[in-house]
T-cell receptor, first 111, second 120 residues
Framework: DGGITQSPKYLFRKEGQNVTLSCEQN?????MYWYRQDPGQGLRLIYY???????QKGDIAEGYSVSREKKESFPLTVTSAQKNPTAFYLC??????????FGPGTRLTVL | AQKITQTQPGMFVQEKEAVTLDCTYD???????LFWYKQPSSGEMIFLIY??????QNATEGRYSLNFQKARKSANLVISASQLGDSAMYFC?????????????????FGKGTHLIIQP
């Protein structure tokens, strides 16, 4: 089945640790996106990539890093520089049309 | 100023009634796209409907329709004959600028959402 997978579903991190969230898609989409959602809020754009080996900062990129070495994969690293990383992280992909399709999300909690 | 405004934090609606969820947007770009997504308690974001700024007709997808009033910068979602399974958060979102047909568009800007509860 075509779709977007994110892992893990739940992630716990100690303060000062870097963690990497996985996002994989088999929809053959060129563009991929990372969003953050805080309780009671809409989604905010962290990073996006429209093509392999290229990516752009979104509205809240500070404390995050990404890579796009393969079309199918767009991992997000939450670094220790991110002061308030506890949130729900959603990955999306899109290609050829306007619509973005989302994965199931990763819930990150800092202990 | 907020680019996407959803003025209804929560709504209670009787099953089988029609529902209108409000969304107003702010952009100076002549080319843009408007989206509605549904987010159940599981957290996934489900795409419902899309309206392009140059589309002449209002978009429809099954029980969902988008009441697009360009001059008022309004893009309300209408759900006909509501069902218990429609209970969820609903988000309005906007893409500004021309979509890159080859590689997809830039990111979306989301509103804060409306929590819809359908009562039996």
């Amino acid at each position: 089945d075509g779709g977007i997978t994110q892992s893990p579903k739940y992630l716990f991190r100690k303060e000062g640790q870097n963690v990497t969230l996985s996002c994989e898609q088999n929809l053959n989409h060129d563009a991929m996106y990372w969003y953050r959602q805080d309780p009671g809020q809409g989604l905010r754009l962290i990073y996006y990539s429209q093509i392999v080996n290229d990516f752009q900062k979104g509205d809240i990129a500070e404390g995050y890093s990404v890579s796009r070495e393969k079309k199918e994969s767009f991992p997000l690293t939450v670094t220790s520089a991110q002061k308030n990383p506890t949130a729900f992280y959603l990955c999306a992909s899109g290609g050829g049309t306007d619509t973005q399709y989302f994965g199931p999300g990763t819930r990150l909690t800092v202990l | 100023a907020q680019k996407i405004t959803q003025t209804q934090p929560g709504m209670f609606v009787q099953e089988k009634e029609a529902v209108t969820l409000d969304c107003t947007y702010d952009t100076s770009d002549p080319s843009y796209g408007l989206f509605w997504y549904k987010q159940p308690s599981s957290g996934e974001m489900i795409f419902l409907i899309y309206q392009g700024s140059y589309d002449q007709q209002n978009a429809t997808e099954g029980r969902y329709s988008l009441n697009f009033q360009k001059a008022r910068k309004s893009a309300n979602l209408v759900i006909s004959a509501s069902q218990l399974g429609d209970s969820a958060m609903y988000f309005c979102a906007m893409r500004e600028g021309q979509a890159d047909s080859g590689g997809g568009a830039d990111g979306l800007t989301f509103g804060k959402g409306t929590h819809l509860i359908i009562q039996p």
